[in-house]
């Protein structure tokens, strides 16, 4: 966790104007500076910063913070990622957590001096990393001048030599060890070799390494910041597999980037949406057509994450699919991955092409213009949904009508935009001919906050017991379970169900990496108890965290938490002592119940 302290010293190292400046020509007006604002399209500026407040304000669309909140909404990046580019600007270290809990021990110094070092060489092996994609890419680049039959087959594509220079298109020939040429240290052991952590090289069974990419065009894959993190090789003839993305790597993790998003930024801010394909050729084609905003997934299916990066950088999400029975079912993945990520004055449609066609094809046949006329023709996300769900049951019966019902219901549960939500629950009780009040009590379906009536006689909520907080907390920052004693489970009988399932999401949480932790959502823990009868209980925590605003400070949560329920276990040992009589008790339990007593 990133303290408020240190967040505090960071703001106050830094100024505003030359962050915004970096990315916005400002003009001096008054005592402030003002431009167009980045964040939606003008002609007159109402975006102006102030550097005695250390604040930006758009008047035209409302955006408004500080320099963190800025980055994260211009480079479509984390809190984390905001705070760590700042950081990194003025020469600060962002805290790690062991700095932050045992800074005042001997041990701990011992620990963190340990910690740092070990930062310190995590961060160099990740700037090699970098350089040697860097470095590959240049290679590549230099090898596509001199590949004539992979030239031909870019133009045979459609490609011009101007899009393949600006998309750093590339060629990787097909000879086993053509890396070797530009790395001296090609050759070295799997340990210290930063070609085979980058995914460039493979060790082969005999213990010789070699190229991964081999006789392939080329892609190289940009993180936020803009630096090479992974490639796509499309084999040049009949080879397999036609595509190969570099493997999952500490700088790349395809379910978590999108191809030519950074590139895309701006191109999506001015359009006011962005598309998103299934391949780098269609992406590529799309732009050198002047349609610019297209973005690409890697080889996998659409996670909630991408729709996350997406969101942030836009309000209006198209995913591009061929017609065929794939691409609706790729289709019907994203529409899963993006429920729970919806908000209200979001949205997100679905257009499917003409049957043999995909965006490549279909921009080089008919150009830019004919491609957006088929925007007409999209699908919003809602209709999509019960397109979908009717044409799997029999609309005209009632079990097919039940059936939808059910088939809605989970997916429906998943919306977290109270609007929307409302709106789909009333289309799902006129497909089923069943009265919106009687379909909610049927399904126990709640109903969003912002529809729930005011009941001015509701009593106060009670507050979380402990073990319930906890629970909350560790699901909140799974990485906190590392710091579980199971002797605070002790003496939890009132709570029995929660003690119960806290420890088997403890339990849950300890079987798994913390990277893995990291990337679980809500959903995907649940599943793990479906079949639990405290399944509607965690149902009921999550709900409750929901409503969490996104300020609460998770290490003094923890550690108070953590002394209620001793605090808690306290009382309870000293109240059973206490009704024993006291010629009953023994010689250490008269010491126990002193020193309880006393503490």
């Not at 505090?8 to 003009?27: A, C, F, S, T, W």
Request: hydrophobic residues 40%; aromatic residues 10%.
């Amino acid at each position: 966790m990133i303290t408020q302290s240190f967040i505090q010293e960071l703001l106050n190292r830094i100024d505003i104007v030359d962050v915004v400046g970096r990315y916005v020509p400002l003009k001096k007006v008054g005592s402030n500076f003002s431009a167009c604002c980045p964040f939606h399209e003008e002609k007159t500026p109402s975006f102006t910063v102030s550097p005695v407040k250390q604040f930006f304000h758009c008047f035209g669309c409302g955006k408004h913070g500080d320099a963190i909140n800025f980055l994260m909404e211009h480079n479509g990046i984390s809190f984390v990622s905001a705070v760590e580019q700042l950081a990194a600007h003025v020469g600060l270290r962002v805290p790690e957590r062991q700095d932050l809990m045992h800074a005042h021990s001997h041990e701990s110094r011992v620990s963190v001096a340990k910690s740092e070092n070990e930062q310190d060489q995590a961060d160099d092996s990740m700037l090699r990393m970098v350089e040697s994609m860097r470095k590959a890419a240049q290679y590549y680049c230099r090898q596509l001048k001199n590949a004539e039959h992979a030239v031909a087959y870019l133009k045979e594509r459609g490609l011009t030599g101007e899009i393949a220079a600006r998309f750093g298109i590339g060629y990787a020939p097909a000879e086993r060890r053509n890396l070797a040429e530009v790395f001296t240290d090609y050759a070295l052991n799997q340990v210290d070799n930063v070609l085979v952590k980058t995914g460039l090289v493979v060790i082969g069974d005999n213990g010789k390494c070699y190229d991964r990419f081999r006789n392939r065009i080329m892609f190289p894959i940009l993180d936020h910041k803009g630096n090479i993190i992974g490639f796509g090789g499309r084999v040049v003839g009949s080879g397999q597999p036609k595509y190969l993305n570099s493997p999952e790597t500490p700088l790349f993790t395809k379910g978590r980037e999108l191809y030519n998003l950074f590139a895309a930024s701006k191109a999506i801010r001015k359009a006011g949406r962005v598309l998103v394909v299934e391949g780098y050729m269609d992406v590529v084609m799309l732009a050198q057509h002047g349609l610019d905003y297209a973005v690409a997934t890697l080889g996998t299916a659409t996670t909630p994450y991408h729709i996350q990066k997406l969101l942030r950088q836009t309000d209006e999400v198209i995913f591009c699919f061929d017609g065929d029975g794939a691409g609706r079912k790729a289709a019907w993945r994203a529409l899963e991955n993006s429920l729970g990520q919806l908000k209200d004055g979001k949205h997100i449609y679905f257009l499917f092409l003409p049957e043999n066609e995909d965006p490549d094809s279909y921009i080089r046949k008919f150009g830019r213009a004919s491609f957006e006329i088929l925007f007409k023709k999209m699908l919003p996300l809602s209709e999509f949904f019960y397109n979908e769900l009717c044409a799997r049951v029999e609309l005209q019966t009632s079990e097919g009508r039940a059936g939808l019902a059910h088939l809605a219901k989970p997916l429906l549960a998943q919306i977290n935009a109270p609007i929307l939500a409302h709106m789909m629950f009333k289309r799902l009780s006129q497909l089923t001919q069943i009265n919106q009040n009687d379909l909610e009590g049927l399904l126990q379906f709640k109903r969003k906050d912002a529809f729930r009536q005011p009941n001015l006689k509701t009593k106060r909520p009670q507050p979380a017991s402990p073990y319930r907080r906890l629970m909350q907390l560790i699901l909140y920052k799974p990485a906190y379970v590392e710091k579980v004693d199971k002797t605070l489970f002790m003496g939890g009988d009132k709570q029995k169900d929660e003690v119960k399932l806290l420890m088997q999401i403890v339990d849950l949480f300890k079987k798994h990496p913390l990277s893995d932790l990291e990337n679980m959502t809500f959903s995907s823990i649940v599943s793990f108890f479906s079949n639990d009868p405290n399944y509607k209980l965690l149902e009921e925590v999550g709900s409750e965290m929901s409503l969490w605003d996104g300020s609460i400070d998770i290490e003094a949560e923890f550690a108070g938490i953590v002394l209620r329920i001793l605090e808690m276990q306290r009382k309870q040992r000293m109240a059973v002592l206490q009704s024993k009589p006291l010629g009953l008790l023994t010689a250490e339990e008269k010491l126990e119940l002193q020193q309880l007593a006393l503490s």
